[in-house]
């Protein structure tokens, strides 16, 4: 995996990763059981699965889920919260080396964490995790940029973010995507989301990020004042709405 280690820079966000983040449209399972046949007989592969956002949608609606992640303490949280679906395991392992079986798996997924993987080498990885005609799903909430509000977190974000622009997911754009699927052909579906937030709430998503100071750093409490200066601004009734995209990027390899 790449850029600073990824493996641990979530380490210190555990708590709000999981109060905070959004969480991934319940109808991505509906979309590929209908396009793919992927029937809750099916075992799933959530790579980079983190906290368990992307895994616990499948667990809810009856799928077995082996969820690989490297990071000890984002791992430790997903059992604390998934343990008790009996369909849920928790494993070390990176996109590269999963230390999962050959032909083991029938669909891999990978919620808001493709951008950190080494695509060459995960590619070879999933090819040889996967069962014939398995399938592969990466997702991203991907935050809307179109009205001021949020346009002005953007640059909020730029402003005291350490190495957003460098990180951010939207630098893997389809084209990139598509090249990890060839010679088969990627399907791009969108499906809408958004979370509703008061300024805790706010302040909690913004630092969930792995690029953003937590407070303990230098650049922290002026990061907070312009971030309420922006909540004044723009709240409606005590609250802020960020919407998303949803966007998945499925087919076979």
């Known amino acids: 995996m790449m850029v600073n280690d990824s493996t641990t820079r979530f380490s210190n966000r ?3 990763y999981v109060k905070y983040r959004p969480d991934y449209p319940a109808s991505i399972v509906n979309f590929l059981h209908n396009t793919y ?4 007989d099916k075992l799933i592969a959530d790579i980079g699965a983190g906290t368990g956002i992307s895994a616990a949608i499948f667990l809810n609606k009856g799928y077995r889920v082996i969820a690989v992640e490297p990071n000890a303490e984002m791992r430790a949280k ?3 919260l998934l343990g008790a679906y009996h369909g849920f395991m928790a494993h070390n392992g990176t996109a590269e080396n999963t230390g999962l079986s050959d032909a083991s798996i029938d669909a891999i997924v990978a919620g808001q964490a493709f ?3 080494d695509p060459v080498l995960t590619r070879t990885e999933f090819k040889r995790i996967l069962k014939p005609n398995g399938i592969v799903a990466l997702i991203w909430n991907e935050r809307k940029t179109g009205s001021a509000f949020e346009q002005q977190y953007d640059q909020l974000i730029i402003k005291h973010a350490r190495d957003y622009v460098k990180v951010d997911h939207r630098n893997i754009d389809a084209e990139r995507i598509a090249a990890f699927f060839t010679p088969a052909v990627m399907h791009l579906e969108i499906f809408q989301n958004k979370q509703v937030f ?3 709430g706010l ?3 913004l630092v969930s990020s792995s690029y953003m100071p937590t407070k303990d ?5 002026a990061m907070i004042t312009d971030l309420q200066a922006l909540f004044d601004k723009f709240e409606q009734g005590g609250v802020i709405t960020i919407n998303y995209d949803t ?3 499925s087919g076979r390899l």
């Open 14 to 16: 555990v708590e709000d």
């Open 37 to 40: 046949a992927l029937t809750q």
């Open 78 to 80: 997903s059992i604390e």
């Open 115 to 117: 951008h950190w993987f």
């Open 198 to 200: 008061d300024f805790e």
């Open 203 to 205: 302040k909690g998503r």
């Open 217 to 221: 750093d230098a650049g922290f409490e």
């Open 247 to 249: 966007k998945v990027y």
